[in-house]
Every structure is written in structure tokens, then in C-alpha cells.
């Protein structure tokens, strides 16, 4: 694993948390943030990448992917990630992903300008305690079984580090892209079409507001858990957007890639042919172009 992800102590509560406050300051505070997202211009090299459930191998290929161990920042690129908690490797039916999201955001710390840590559903699942279950486990619940375990009486103070980190999140990225014909925004979902009337379109104009996070009303909660996105929907929050090209995560691509539709792709980054994608904005970018340019984190 990457030196910069090996640099938190995650046997010690205070070091844990500080790593999460460091990381909730850095997505606040950093330059690239804008109200409720990240916004970097052209040119921005971006890795893209999907849902990474704790996969600890594929984030350390990701950073490496992204040249963050460098000391040099011309070789950085911009990196997102997101859904990066609640694993299905469990140890005695407890999940220790808290140990990925302290590892990335002292990464978010150490490259404020370049890493995007974007609000995804489990993270606000999390945040919210409005529980998830996957094959049968409850997954906010084994999250907090494994900080008793880990932390004892500590475990409070690291939950509330954990809340403050998912709380800073922004809901998405913007990149200024090359010619006409909109910029690109990663994200974790969109709203699912059903919902679009409850959905406020303006949230990405705005800060973010204690109802966007409430369960099934609230218009970060839409956007983080939508699904089955029709074109003509797509097509609408693009105009309204003004953006070209959608990077997304949330559905399953059992190849790594997939084109939702002519404006948007889906990228998995957890799976054994999860990939990321290298994008440049500057090229025109179009969903059938970046799911076939994608890479295959195996072969990383």
C-alpha cells in the first residue's frame, strides 16, 4: 500500500479522528470546492473511477494510477472516489471499512486540490443511520459493531469524526471541458426519474442544507440513490447543467464500464473487473469512449 495510505494509525481513536476532521477540513476548505461541489478547470487529467467498497488493493492502484505519491504536483492528476465504505469481507460479521475512509481522507489532507471524495449512499446511509442490508447484513449496524470493537469507549468520538468527514463530502465534481459541448460531472448517481419532482434541481448552485441528507425527501438523498435514469431524463439534467458528459457509480457493470446512455457512464471500481478511467477533458470525452478506454485494476 501507498505511503500516503499508510500514514494513519487505525489501532488509535485520536489518530483516526484526526485524520477524519483533517479530511472534513480539506473538503471544505480546499480550492477547488464550490457551495456543494468540487469545480477544477481545463486542463485537469482526471482518474475516474466507480463504487470501491473497501478494496484496499484497488485504492492503492488508484493513488498510484493518479501519481499522488509524487513529490512533484505536475504529476498529479485528479482523482475521484466514492462509495468507498461497507464491505462484504467481514470479520466476525463486522465491517472495518471506517479504516478506508480514515486512509482517504488524510489522502484528501495531503492533496486537497486533487482528491474528490463525492457523497455516495452508503456514506450517507452512514451519516443519516438509516440502514442498509445486503445480503442479509445489516450494514450500517456491522459498521458501528466494528468501531465498539476496534475503539471501546472511544467508539463515540470516532463516529462523530466518521459523520463530520461524509458531512464536508461534495455531491459531485465539475471539470471545464475543451469546445461546446458542456463539462463533465462525476458523480455518484442521479435522481431516479420518479423522483424528479421532489428533486431540487439548484443543489448544485448551493450550499448544502441539513433536509438535502433526510431519507427519501431530501435532494441528496435523491441524487445519491437513484437508479434506472431514462435518456430523456439524462438529457434534461444536462441541459439544466449545461454538462456533456456524466461519470457515475451506483449500478452494477459486470465488465467495470458501462454507457447508461449516450451521456452518461457507469464505472465499478470494487469487482475483480473493476476499472478506472483516464480522461481528458480537453478531448471531447463521450460515454462510449471512456467505457472502452477504461483499466482494468487487476492489470494496474
Not at 17 to 25: K, N, P, Q, S, T
Not at 91 to 105: Q, T
Not at 106 to 116: C, D, E, I, S, Y
Amino acid at each position: 500500500m501507498s505511503g500516503l495510505l499508510q500514514q494513519v494509525d487505525l489501532r488509535d481513536a485520536g489518530a483516526v479522528c484526526d485524520a477524519l476532521h483533517a479530511g472534513a477540513r480539506a473538503n471544505l476548505e480546499a480550492t477547488c470546492r464550490d457551495r456543494s461541489i468540487d469545480r477544477v478547470g481545463s486542463p485537469a487529467r482526471l482518474i475516474a473511477t466507480g463504487d470501491l467498497h473497501d478494496n484496499p488493493l484497488h485504492l492503492a492502484r488508484l493513488v498510484a494510477a493518479a501519481g499522488l505519491e509524487s513529490d512533484d504536483p505536475a504529476d498529479w492528476r485528479h482523482l475521484t472516489l466514492h462509495e468507498l465504505i461497507h464491505s462484504d469481507r467481514l470479520v466476525n460479521g463486522m465491517d472495518f471499512s471506517f479504516r478506508v475512509l480514515a486512509r482517504v481522507a488524510w489522502l484528501k489532507a495531503a492533496r486537497p486540490g486533487h482528491v474528490h471524495v463525492l457523497l455516495a449512499n452508503h456514506e450517507l446511509a452512514q451519516l443519516t443511520g438509516s440502514e442498509v442490508a445486503k445480503d442479509g447484513v445489516r450494514l450500517v449496524a456491522a459498521f458501528d459493531e466494528a468501531l465498539d470493537f476496534a475503539f471501546g469507549g472511544d467508539a463515540a468520538r470516532v463516529r462523530e469524526a466518521v459523520r463530520a468527514f461524509v458531512r464536508s463530502m461534495p455531491v459531485a465534481l465539475r471539470v471545464t471541458t475543451a469546445g461546446e459541448g458542456g463539462d463533465l460531472l462525476c458523480a455518484h448517481s442521479l435522481p431516479a426519474p420518479e423522483r424528479m419532482d421532489r428533486f431540487d434541481v439548484t443543489i448544485l448552485e448551493r450550499d448544502l442544507r441539513d433536509e438535502d441528507y433526510r431519507p427519501r425527501t431530501g435532494s441528496a438523498h435523491l441524487m445519491v440513490w437513484g437508479r434506472n435514469q431514462t435518456q430523456e431524463q439524462v438529457d434534461a439534467l444536462a441541459a439544466r447543467w449545461k454538462v456533456g458528459l456524466f461519470v457515475l457509480g451506483h449500478e452494477k457493470a459486470e465488465d467495470g464500464a458501462l454507457a447508461l446512455a449516450r451521456n452518461a457512464v457507469v464505472l465499478n471500481s470494487d469487482h475483480d473487473r473493476g476499472v478506472y478511467a483516464p480522461i481528458d477533458p480537453r478531448d471531447a470525452p463521450t460515454a462510449e469512449r471512456v467505457a472502452r478506454s477504461a483499466v482494468r485494476l487487476s492489470d494496474a
